[in-house]
Every structure is written in C-alpha cells, then in structure tokens.
Nanobody, 122 residues
Framework: VQLQACGGGLVQAGGSLRLSCAASGLTFSTYGMAWFRQGSGKDREFVAAISPSGLTTDWSNSVKGRFTISRDNAKRTVTLQMNSLKPEDTAVYYC????????????????WGQGTQVTVSS
C-alpha cells in the first residue's frame, strides 16, 4: 500500500490550500480515508475523514466549516480543501487509510502517507 500526499506549502492567514493523496496497492473503494496533522512538538491529531463511499464525512471541531474532504474512487484520490487558514493550522498533514471505515484515532491506522508541510503565516 502506498499513499502519496502533496499540495502543502506556505500561505498567509486567510488563504487556501488543497491537499491531495493518491493511493495505490489497495482496493481504494473499500477503505475509509482520513487526514491527520502533527504540529511541532505536538501529538498527531485528527482533522477529517470520509467513508469508503464518500457519503459520510467527519471533522474535528477546529476545522469544521473551513475544510472540506472529498474523494474520487475512480481516480483513487482523496482531497482536503482548506480555506480560511489560520496560523494554528500549521503542521505536517498526513493522509491515512483504514478498512472498512475511517476513525478519528491515529492508532487505528496501518497505512500512512509521507506527510506534507502546511505553514500558515500571520
């Protein structure tokens, strides 16, 4: 299983970024997908998740209303659209895959992408 995340970068507060994660080596449509993030010196925390079908999503309270998660099972990709970014969103963002369903606990995941850095300046 390989998860390849991309799309991070440096953006000013209030700006937007779009992260993508491409999956291979798994039956993508049977996996829940999630994004987590880890700030410097902090634990890895849940950001957003989406069910295998894409019909159900979940969010952390800190990003609700600002971030959108979506997936394209035909292209085997999951996307995190991040709007109204804040300096506290600065972190390395990771995509993760779990079958049959995503959860909010990073300990439940075996498959992780390599991470992509998001830096939000004030």
């Amino acid at each position: 299983v390989q998860l390849q995340a991309c799309g991070g970068g440096l953006v000013q507060a209030g700006g937007s970024l779009r992260l993508s994660c491409a999956a291979s080596g798994l039956t993508f449509s049977t996996y829940g997908m999630a994004w987590f993030r880890q700030g410097s010196g902090k634990d890895r925390e849940f950001v957003a998740a989406i069910s295998p079908s894409g019909l159900t999503t979940d969010w952390s309270n800190s990003v609700k209303g600002r971030f959108t998660i979506s997936r394209d099972n035909a292209k085997r990709t999951v996307t995190l659209q991040m709007n109204s970014l804040k300096p506290e969103d600065t972190a390395v963002y990771y995509c993760a895959a779990r079958s049959p369903a995503a959860t909010t606990d990073p300990r439940h995941y075996r498959h992780w992408g390599q991470g992509t850095q998001v830096t939000v300046s004030s």
